[in-house]
């Protein structure tokens, strides 16, 4: 048995799974494209990178993508000061959809509305998902404490997700630890439209992360993530490292490099110039965003062949 439809304004991907919106420059044209093409929805993260450098990404994933293939949006982050900058941009270049976490902002779902593009919103609550519904969200994704990167609670995915699908009437993706199709099969039961999949696929063959990058999370136990306090005011899962050895035992660290990027900020370090170094490959003094499951990842695959075995394990775990 196949997945079952998920429904997105126009959107209507072969398999209900969106790829997360990864920063700083994980998710871009390469990745995005081959998940579209694979038959589900690709995100762009918007995050560390110009507003030219995102129009050329979305560009470059829009000519990547095969015609009745999957779909192209772009992650900006409402916590960044060029958030309103970059969502502009992103609806000017008629992505599929955009999607936005780390605050809600009323002005992203009318500029949405206006130009006839879905914007999803990240929540971490059933009263944040009626809030963002109420003011004009196509879908919210739900992202439990397993997920990588900055969290927005310390509860459970699967806690959370059934208090959301009833508090709202539309789509609901379920995000934060899904790994397998069994994950998705058991999203799906408690009430989910779909999920949302960011650490699985930093390790394929398209991520635009660095070899390095992803060798990190082949390599990782599950000793090896731990909880960070960023300088956004959150908590971040990494993989630990030479940089998380010193932001969680030296009070006296000193910054480096501001780049300025934050509406709000500690200023302890400077976390984008951090996601910036892994980024070049350097991943023992940059941040290493990963998911509370990624130990559990043995391999760097195609974004085909990891399709291919989310289709086949749902199917198992629906037959039994």
């Known amino acids: 048995m196949n997945f079952p439809q998920l429904k997105i304004g126009h959107m209507l991907p072969k398999a209900p799974i969106i790829q997360g919106g990864m920063g700083v420059g994980i998710s871009l044209s390469k990745l995005a494209s081959a998940v579209a093409n694979a038959g589900g929805i690709g995100i762009i993260s918007g995050t560390g990178i110009s507003v030219e450098e995102m129009r050329?990404?979305?560009?470059?994933?829009?000519?990547?993508v095969k015609k009745d293939a999957g779909y192209i949006g772009v992650n900006v982050l409402f916590a960044m000061n060029d958030f309103a900058e970059k969502m502009k941009a992103a609806l000017e270049e008629k992505?599929?959809?955009?999607?936005?976490?780390?605050?809600?902002?009323?002005?992203?779902?009318a500029w949405g509305k206006k130009a006839g593009i879905p914007v999803l919103s990240i929540v971490s609550?059933?009263?944040?998902?009626?809030?963002?519904?109420?003011?004009?969200?196509?879908?919210?994704?739900?992202?439990?404490h397993?997920?990588?990167?900055?969290?927005?609670?310390?509860?459970?995915?699967?806690?959370?997700?059934?208090?959301?699908?009833?508090?709202?009437?539309?789509?609901?993706?379920?995000?934060?630890?899904?790994?397998?199709?069994?994950?998705?099969?058991?999203?799906?039961?408690?009430?989910?439209?779909?999920?949302?999949?960011?650490?699985?696929?930093?390790?394929?063959?398209?991520?635009?992360?660095p070899l390095s990058f992803k060798q990190k999370y082949v390599e990782a136990t599950k000793e090896d993530t731990l909880l960070v306090k960023t300088t956004v005011g959150l908590h971040g899962r990494a993989i630990a490292n030479h940089f998380t050895d010193?932001?969680?035992?030296?009070?006296?660290?000193?910054?480096?490099?501001?780049?300025?990027?934050?509406?709000?900020?500690?200023?302890?370090?400077?976390?984008?110039?951090s996601l910036?170094?892994?980024?070049a490959g350097d991943v023992e003094n940059?941040?290493?965003?990963?998911?509370?499951?990624?130990?559990?990842?043995?391999?760097?695959?195609?974004?085909?062949?990891?399709?291919?075995?989310?289709?086949?394990?749902?199917r198992v775990a629906i037959s039994k």
């Not at 050329?56 to 990547?64: E, G, P, T, V, W």
């Not at 609550?125 to 439990?144: D, F």
């Not at 997920?147 to 009437?169: C, D, M, N, Y």
């Not at 910036?276 to 980024?279: D, P, T």
């Open 146 to 209: 397993e997920a990588g990167g900055h969290l927005g609670t310390e509860r459970p995915l699967f806690e959370i997700l059934p208090e959301v699908v009833e508090a709202v009437s539309i789509p609901v993706i379920a995000a934060g630890g899904i790994m397998t199709g069994a994950d998705i099969a058991k999203a799906i039961s408690m009430g989910a439209s779909g999920v949302q999949m960011g650490t699985r696929f930093v390790a394929s063959e398209e991520c635009d992360a």
């Open 125 to 144: 609550s059933a009263k944040l998902a009626k809030m963002s519904e109420r003011l004009g969200a196509a879908a919210v994704v739900v992202e439990g």
């Open 276 to 279: 910036l170094k892994s980024m």
């Open 246 to 273: 010193l932001i969680t035992t030296s009070e006296k660290l000193k910054i480096t490099k501001c780049l300025d990027c934050l509406k709000n900020c500690s200023y302890r370090f400077c976390t984008l110039d």
């Open 286 to 314: 940059g941040l290493v965003f990963a998911g509370a499951r990624v130990h559990e990842i043995k391999e760097i695959l195609p974004v085909k062949k990891i399709f291919e075995n989310l289709t086949n394990e749902y």
């Open 95 to 109: 992505v599929d959809f955009i999607i936005s976490g780390a605050g809600i902002s009323r002005d992203m779902y």
């Open 56 to 64: 050329n990404h979305i560009r470059q994933a829009k000519a990547l």
